[in-house]
């Protein structure tokens, strides 16, 4: 029995959470196959196959597969099941779309944003919002499993698989309308070395500049609490927290947030976390590594000048 990755690209590129779904995988026996499902994806296919560990691609490549969308290549993955002992993905907005689909196809239970392996059928999960730790044991023939990207590195790119193309076609019930993307320079957030988040505190989307100069000084990625986000001082994709995204960057700053349980589901894990508030009260200091209770607006522009 081999172990099945479902890669998530652009067509191009492969994403980071790939690279860290392969790392799961290589925790589980068993060869590791990675399905990569797109059109004119000969970049993302090369890529897939460099990675370390990683025996065999299989390349589904037609017109259907240009946007990964979720209801056809469920079906895709469930065609392909056979001789896999676990089905992987990144618990991304992409995981999150489409393994439940490929789970109810092949009649069986999902495991979901699973933080370590404990055997092949065995996994620790987070639950209420990160304060519980849940270990589970799935007694399925095929285990559908997505991972917290935070919780596993990310392997390397030495590898040499070999390909095999795969030829089903399956239509989506869905049609692809549009995509809107924000073009950055800065790393993506999710897989980010520094992470600076702010918070409602900032008063309004021209404060906010104040954590972008901080975050570009350190080369970091810019993130932010969801009172933020509703508040409209960011766009919702850089919301971090149980309803956003999961980080774990090696430093992680909290600019004006308070803390809330639900944004620190999102950072707890990350390896230095710096809290900036001038309420003492705050709980975000509970869980800071280093805690400075001040006014951001002069903590930050004296931070910024000094780095």
Do not use: W
């Not at 799961?24 to 196959?49: R, Y």
């Not at 692809?176 to 505190?201: Q, W």
Request: proline share 3%; hydrophobic share 50%; aromatic share 4%.
């Amino acid at each position: 029995m081999a172990v099945l990755v479902i890669a998530e690209h652009d067509n191009h590129q492969l994403k980071a959470d790939t690279l860290k779904a392969v790392a799961a995988a290589s925790q589980l026996p068993g060869e590791i196959h990675v399905l990569v499902a797109g059109a004119d994806c000969a970049n993302a296919v090369k890529a897939a196959t460099q990675l370390a560990g990683v025996n065999k691609v299989l390349v589904a490549e037609h017109s259907v597969y240009q946007h990964q969308l979720a209801e056809n290549v469920a079906e895709l993955i469930a065609a392909n099941a056979t001789g896999y002992s676990h089905i992987l993905a990144a618990a991304s907005a992409f995981g999150k779309d489409l393994l439940p689909r490929a789970a109810a196809l092949l009649d069986v239970a999902m495991v979901s944003d699973i933080i370590e392996i404990v055997d092949d059928a065995t996994f620790v999960r987070p639950i209420y919002a990160g304060s519980a730790l849940a270990t589970v044991k799935s007694l399925d023939e095929i285990k559908v499993v997505s991972i917290r990207s935070s919780a596993f590195d990310t392997v390397g790119q030495d590898g040499s698989a070999t390909t095999e193309a795969v030829s089903q076609v399956f239509e989506p019930l869905s049609e692809f309308v549009s995509k809107t993307e924000i073009a950055s320079e800065r790393p993506e957030l999710s897989s980010a070395n520094v992470v600076v988040s702010g918070g409602r505190a900032l008063g309004s989307a021209e404060n906010f500049a104040l954590i972008e100069q901080l975050a570009d000084k350190l080369g970091g990625a810019v993130g932010a609490s969801r009172a933020a986000v509703d508040a409209g001082y960011v766009a919702n994709d850089l919301q971090v927290g149980q309803t956003g995204k999961i980080v774990a960057p090696s430093l992680y700053i909290a600019v004006g947030i308070s803390g809330a349980i639900q944004h620190l589901a999102g950072m707890k894990d990350s390896k230095v976390i710096v809290a900036i508030n001038k309420d003492p009260q705050a709980p975000i200091f509970q869980v800071a590594d280093y805690g400075l209770e001040a006014d951001l607006f002069e903590a930050l522009p004296s931070l910024i000048e000094m780095i």
